[in-house]
């Protein structure tokens, strides 16, 4: 009686672990939201006691207690703007702002006293003159100002805004929030949204459905609770610049690789990230660009003015100095296999493929490393060299008139000459337009789960979210013809043999 | 017609008789879930089908233990050696006999119920289709990808070989359905083999009566 007992007891406990077993949804990493746990309150500190009209003169003050942060700071791709990276047929190359284009607003070299705005230092206004050794260009207040009164001046190489009261921020500093990260990383290339489509002002206060992470209704989360954070090297890579697969942000520091109730779903993150499923639409607050022309810009009015077109939502669709646009509302993503790496296209390569890869994102279904993902591809028409090969940097702005900057001069032959000058690449004299894609993963935006992709998404015949992605057999999707044709007749013939053979004993037995 | 002079000869053991029935039932339903993740139409639901056709196939899985241990423990399995024995005489019989509404050239008994066609159909379920049928839908479930574990060492690299093999098989046995069906139709009445896979019990010829017949038979071959 005892054995068996002890038997049944055993049983249980074998299938009490079977059963535990069971999904886990949500880690969640931090009692409280992670700004509001501040460990020092700066406005207390004597050092900050003071107006401070010299943005160095603040990040010094920053630095006489914060004395080893300088040198962190300063080894970052936030502060460099490049890094070095491994990258397949290259071998390890330096890529950066200097030597990488985009088919947006192209590129920084000769314009950097604009673009630098998004620099976290002061006074980045050529790439030869500006020290990157000297840890007082640090700005530490556009990522840390919590006052929400910080901008960065137009045209000021980084500097602040003049109206700034640098002491009162410097008093309210704190963990990054939306807000700082969104003053560079919502308006890049030049407008909200514009890039990225998941990337969007609408995050500052956004509901459930747009995202379900940073929805004031739900957890409220913030940059970098997902873009964790050592040393000021943040997690999470733009593949715009980034080439490797190392500290990337994932959905599972907080959730598991077996989120789901059905194991068959699970299964799927072996081979399908999960952005693919989670975010079914981009741009699904305020539009997004879908493509950039710039062989149209430079166009003046009769009076001789640059102008713009705008289309019923209040998006341009044309701009003297940047051409014409189109824009795109709650848009379905193309989808790529990815591993984690890519290549760029470099500003010192020779053009063999067309339409240009600005980025080639890697993977195929063979790759073990390699995922699904969603994505938006951006075709752009932008200047190229044709006769050395090349694509073209072009000077798109200066502070004075007469200087080659496209914005102001609307002379492309001169913002060529000015901008190839700026990055030491020849250029043959002659200049015209090629079609340009660039590829960005799209990882924010995440929808609640009832808007998730279901399995008719992809496993379909017709018109299927993957019908492009042809490398491997999924099944309601892909089918033999010869077996179906061969099946389906087969079928037939033997409901015809059936018929006929019925038929004719029918026909006998009345017969007879 | 002249109606055939029958008797009633035990055929079907009751377990064999479960045993056909919940196969039927599940190969019905494996082949409507089935077809509907082959995306041929939508009835369930992607996910439904899927679940409910993988819960179906361990249900078969365990069907096919459990009748193979059952045709082992009975010797029920010689039935299915195959012969050819009368082979010729029974494909004569589908072809021309049961027009004339001649006799079957086999007698069914409960130590030899199936036609020298039926052993050789039935076998080739046995060890050809179903068996394919179980480890392609086995590998199906298993297959993990190139990364995974579990089907690694068998070095397949992707769905498209097993899926491909696993509904070539699913036609196959639409095919057999379909033949199968009719031919409940073919014992000595239309309804006889059908009440035999229900009540175990089968109407078949007296023995008597066929020698009869045989006479009526040759008679009827002359021609007139």
Redesign the interface.
Known sequence: MKALLLFIFLTGCLLGLVAQDSPTFYTPRKDSPIWQQKSADHSKFEVLQKDFDNPHALTAACLSCHTERGKEVMQTAHWKWEREAYIEGRGITSLGKNNLLNNFCTGIGGSWGTCTRCHIGYGYEDQKTFDFKNEFNIDCLVCHDNSGTYRKGSGMAGYPDPSVDLGHVARNVGLPSRENCGTCHFHSAGGNNVKNGTLDMALLDCSPETDVHMTSEGADMNCVECHETEKHQMKGKYYGVSSMNRNRASCTQCHSLRPHI?D??N?HT??VACQTCHIPTYAKVNSTKTSWDWSTATKLNEEGEPFSLDDTLGNHTYLSIKGSFTWGNDLVPDYIWFNGTADHYLITDIIDTFPVQINTLKGK??D?EAKIHPVKIHPGTQPWDPELKRLIQMKVWDKEPGKGALWVDFDYYKAIEEGMKSVEIPWSGKHDFIHTEMTLLLSHMVAPKEQAL???DC???EDGRLAGLND?????????AS??K???L??IL??I??II??G??I???KK? | ?KPKKTKEVYIYHKFERFWHWSQAALIFFLALTGFE???SY?LF???TA??WH?YAAWAFIGLIGLAIFWHFVTDQWRNYIPTTKNLKAQIEY?LTG????APHPTKKTTLSKLNPLQRLVYLGLKILIIPVMVVSGLLYMFY?????SGVESLGI????DV??IH??G???L??FV??HL?LI?TGTTVTSNLKAMITGYEEVEDDKAEEEKEDTNKKMDQPQ
């Open positions: 059905n068959v779903v299964e072996i081979k279904y063979a073990e279901t399995c008719k496993h379909t015949r491997f057999y999924m099944p309601g999707r892909n089918y033999n077996i179906e061969g099946g389906i087969l079928i033997s409901l043999g059936v053979h019925g004719l004993r026909f006998f037995a007879h | 017609m993740i082959h995306s939508n639901g992607f996910e899927v679940t993988n589908y049961i027009f004339r509404n993990r990808y190139p990364q995974g690299s992707g769905l498209k899926a491909i509904s070539a699913a036609f196959l639409l095919v379909i033949v009719y139709s």
